[in-house]
């Protein structure tokens, strides 16, 4: 069984979630491994995008999505979107067959996260929040 992280209290995977990452998307691109290492520093901050969920199995890591605030500018008003959705291949299709994936899925994980931030949207839209948080200061894009 595996547990799923915020990627704030995992960074330790940060390297190869950049390889898989890169490989997946980006080699051909002409950016550089390192260049997704450094783009993931964006994750670790204190703000709800993006954000970054890690899953993995003790220390071993099984796969990892992203929650960004779009992925194409063509479409920003569909926010957030979840992004760089991975799992290791040893691992995929090991949820129960009769569910949409296990309990505790990355995917699970990064849609529920999704759902918080349209709601913490909607709540400030009208203007700032008890504590004075606005939309654009919550998502920081």
């Known amino acids: 069984m595996y547990s799923i992280s915020d990627y704030r209290d995992c960074q330790s995977h940060g390297p190869i979630i950049a390889e898989r990452v890169w490989t997946a998307w980006w080699q051909d691109s002409g950016l550089k491994v390192g260049d997704v290492l450094e ?4 994750m670790t901050n204190p ?8 899953a993995h199995d003790g ?8 929650l960004i605030h779009c992925d194409l500018e063509e479409r920003p008003h569909y926010l957030p979107w979840v992004a760089a959705l991975w ?16 309990p505790n899925s990355v995917t699970r994980r990064a849609t529920s996260a999704a759902r918080q931030v349209l709601r913490t949207i909607t709540s400030t839209a ?6 004075g948080a606005s939309a654009s200061t919550i998502l920081r894009c």
């Open 59 to 66: 220390d071993a890591y099984v796969g990892s999505a992203f």
């Open 87 to 102: 799992v290791e291949e040893d691992r995929r299709r090991s949820g129960r067959p009769q569910q949409k994936g296990p």
């Open 39 to 42: 783009h993931l520093k964006e």
């Open 126 to 131: 009208a203007g700032p929040s008890s504590n």
């Open 47 to 54: 703000h709800a995008l993006p954000t970054g969920f890690v």
